[in-house]
């Protein structure tokens, strides 16, 4: 296989296959790896250390058989890297000192898409670092999702789920990015509409290890209730969210009052033992 089709449609469209051709004058066969900084638009938020290790094993046996693609820097010395980030880790944690690269006249614009593309093809990004990179494809250059969906070769219907993603709590955010939580989960969860309650249900699918249908179950039930004389019951009122904003405004910490059938209850948030023995003094 060669190494346009390894990259992909959506890739070469991007590349001509002159700039990946080992023969073409952009192609550099040692490069020196200290002259190549990260990619400032790499949507990509962590690497396996153990894929990095294999991949590393791989180069020191093999070599770097696929050119790293990289461009001058345009408002300073050096290069950036657009494509190829696991193999210049791997290659410098391998030890080398020089990289083959192509070297490709790029814009910011440019550098984003190849490198989402890249990890997209090679499904290497996790669901929340793909839909981090189409906002930024969005706001940082206005594109519509329609073009994005076109730009990366998906529907738009998947890149709005994606970018949908983003709208989940920061807590639940870490689960997806660790992989604790799987996109369809964090897509079931979202159909939760009150804060507090779709963190609890997060925990609750990860403790008990449900599977997306269960989760979505869960949801169902969570929103609507067990059967229909509970559909229109809800947790939150005028009084109840008064007395929340309240008691989060006196404490200094994000409270809820949430109303059930009998009762209520009251969660008040913290963020570590610290804050958890100041929210203490100011209760006791």
Same mark, same amino acid.
């Given at each position: 296989?060669?190494?346009?089709?390894?990259?992909?449609?959506?890739?070469?469209?991007?590349?001509?296959?002159?700039?990946?051709?080992?023969?073409? &004058? /952009?192609?550099?066969?040692?490069? !020196?790896?200290?002259?190549?900084?990260?990619?400032?638009?790499?949507?990509?938020?962590?690497?396996?250390?153990?894929?990095?290790?294999?991949?590393?094993?791989? @180069?020191?046996?093999?070599?770097?058989?696929?050119?790293?693609?990289? *461009? %001058?820097?345009?408002?300073?010395?050096?290069?950036?890297?657009?494509?190829?980030?696991?193999?210049?880790?791997?290659?410098?944690?391998?030890?080398?000192?020089? $990289?083959?690269?192509?070297?490709?006249?790029?814009?910011?614009?440019?550098?984003?898409?190849?490198?989402?593309?890249?990890?997209?093809?090679? =499904?290497?990004?996790?669901?929340?670092?793909?839909?981090?990179?189409? !906002?930024?494809?969005?706001?940082?250059?206005?594109?519509?999702?329609?073009?994005?969906?076109? %730009?990366?070769?998906?529907?738009?219907?998947?890149? *709005?789920?994606?970018?949908?993603?983003?709208?989940?709590?920061?807590? $639940?955010?870490?689960?997806?990015?660790?992989?604790?939580?799987?996109?369809? #989960?964090?897509?079931?969860?979202?159909?939760? !509409?009150? %804060?507090?309650?779709?963190?609890?249900?997060?925990?609750?699918?990860?403790?008990?290890?449900?599977?997306?249908?269960?989760?979505? %179950?869960?949801?169902? !039930?969570?929103?609507?209730?067990?059967?229909? *004389?509970?559909?229109?019951?809800?947790?939150?009122?005028?009084?109840?969210?008064?007395? &929340?904003? =309240?008691?989060?405004?006196?404490?200094?910490? /994000?409270? #809820? @009052?949430?109303?059930?059938?009998?009762?209520?209850?009251?969660?008040?948030?913290?963020?570590?033992?610290?804050?958890?023995?100041?929210?203490?003094?100011?209760?006791?």
């Amino acid at each position: 296989m060669s190494d346009t089709q390894r990259l992909g449609k959506g890739l070469a469209a991007l590349i001509s296959s002159n700039e990946i051709d080992n023969t073409s &004058s /952009s192609y550099i066969p040692n490069f !020196k790896i200290e002259n190549i900084a990260p990619n400032p638009y790499q949507p990509r938020m962590h690497i396996n250390p153990e894929e990095l290790i294999e991949i590393a094993d791989s @180069i020191r046996e093999h070599g770097v058989i696929q050119p790293l693609i990289i *461009t %001058k820097n345009r408002n300073g010395e050096g290069y950036y890297l657009i494509a190829g980030e696991r193999r210049l880790r791997a290659s410098q944690l391998a030890g080398l000192k020089t $990289v083959p690269v192509v070297i490709k006249d790029s814009s910011p614009k440019e550098m984003l898409e190849i490198a989402i593309i890249e990890n997209v093809q090679r =499904q290497d990004l996790n669901p929340l670092e793909e839909a981090y990179a189409y !906002k930024q494809m969005q706001d940082e250059f206005g594109m519509s999702q329609q073009e994005i969906a076109n %730009k990366i070769g998906l529907s738009r219907v998947a890149v *709005t789920n994606k970018i949908r993603l983003l709208n989940i709590p920061e807590s $639940v955010k870490e689960d997806i990015l660790n992989e604790r939580l799987s996109e369809g #989960h964090a897509r079931a969860l979202l159909g939760i !509409k009150d %804060k507090t309650s779709l963190i609890a249900a997060a925990d609750l699918v990860i403790k008990r290890g449900m599977s997306v249908r269960e989760t979505e %179950k869960l949801v169902r !039930k969570i929103s609507y209730g067990k059967g229909s *004389t509970t559909r229109l019951w809800k947790t939150t009122d005028a009084q109840t969210t008064k007395y &929340s904003e =309240q008691l989060s405004k006196k404490l200094g910490y /994000s409270a #809820h @009052i949430q109303k059930m059938t009998k009762g209520g209850k009251l969660v008040i948030r913290y963020n570590n033992v610290e804050e958890l023995d100041d929210l203490m003094k100011k209760l006791l």
